[in-house]
């Protein structure tokens, strides 16, 4: 072989290289951009959700930071896979088999991971329907606790221990919403069946004014206090109701002040805690005849 052949056959060598190596710093290249796409588009889905005015702004927040989240997460998925699949067919790599393979994972899917695509479709409907966003307080099952994270698989909680609730989103058949639109504080007061009731009802009242004109508390109200009136009476004590709307998550907060704004007004106006009543009845027997007369009445 003469040193022109050598040469030529080097130089051919090198351009096949330069070229695959060209296109590859291409496919690298717009992937890169399509990830700064999905990121504007994510960005432009999230503006279009706040702007909207049907909503309250917390639920638009909500829905915004968890719907881009989900799609962001997904985008990435597709684009890395388009991207390797591509790189791979550049490099002479038969990618047939890949697909391929593709197509029979499908097919186990269906036929094998039936709980697998169950949450898929889970998670679908609960981000189509809106039924609970990231920083929703919900209960669902035994499990209650705060979405710290959704996606379509599966849903986390964090309940007020700390820890961490995975829950598949297949399993979430009925869920309870605690900070949907708004909120409200039920709180049940007990009073002894011998204070005066309306008494109890004034003071109660004069509590809830107190609470709508606490500057820090009125913030999170949403309407005035309500003193509902007697609620329950049973053996022990009488059970007066009142209630209060406030803004989402914001009901725990106020509850507490009123038990203990409950709690001072009461003992300002001697009102005490009912207490349990226990009755014990004594019966005497009269004297028994069986010691021979004894102990019985002379005649």
């Not at 725990?252 to 014990?280: C, Y």
């Amino acid at each position: 072989m003469d040193l022109i052949s050598i040469v030529g056959g080097v130089r051919s060598a090198l351009q096949a290289d330069w070229g695959v190596f060209v296109f590859v710093v291409v496919v690298v290249l717009l992937t890169l951009v399509a990830l700064r796409l999905l990121g504007m588009a994510v960005n432009g889905i999230t503006r279009g959700i706040l702007q909207r005015d049907r909503e309250p702004a917390r639920e638009l927040a909500q829905k915004a930071k968890t719907l881009s989240n989900v799609v962001e997460a997904t985008g990435r998925v597709v684009i890395f896979i388009i991207a390797l699949l591509s790189i791979l067919s550049l490099l002479g790599r038969d990618i047939t088999p890949l697909l391929a393979s593709a197509g029979i994972a499908g097919i186990a899917i269906g036929f094998g991971a039936q709980n697998l695509v169950k949450d898929w479709l889970g998670g679908f409907f609960i981000l189509l329907e809106n039924q609970y966003s990231v920083d929703d307080v919900i209960k669902v099952g035994e499990h209650t606790g705060t979405v710290e994270r959704i996606d379509f698989r599966k849903t986390v909680l964090r309940n007020v221990q700390g820890a961490a609730i995975v829950i598949p989103n297949g399993e979430v058949r009925i869920v309870t919403n605690l900070t949907k639109e708004w909120s409200r504080v039920v709180m049940d007061v007990g009073v002894p069946y011998e204070e005066d009731i309306d008494r109890a009802i004034d003071v109660l009242q004069q509590v809830a004014e107190d609470v709508a004109a606490d500057g820090e508390l009125s913030k999170d109200i949403l309407e005035p206090p309500e003193v509902l009136g007697v609620e329950a009476v049973d053996e022990q004590k009488v059970t007066i109701r009142l209630w209060v709307k406030t803004l989402p998550a914001k009901q725990w907060a106020v509850a507490r002040a009123m038990r203990a704004l409950v709690k001072k007004r009461f003992d300002e106006a001697g009102i005490g805690s009912p207490n349990p009543h226990q009755v014990t009845i004594a019966k005497t027997r009269p004297p028994s005849t069986s010691d021979g007369g004894q102990n019985a009445t002379p005649q």
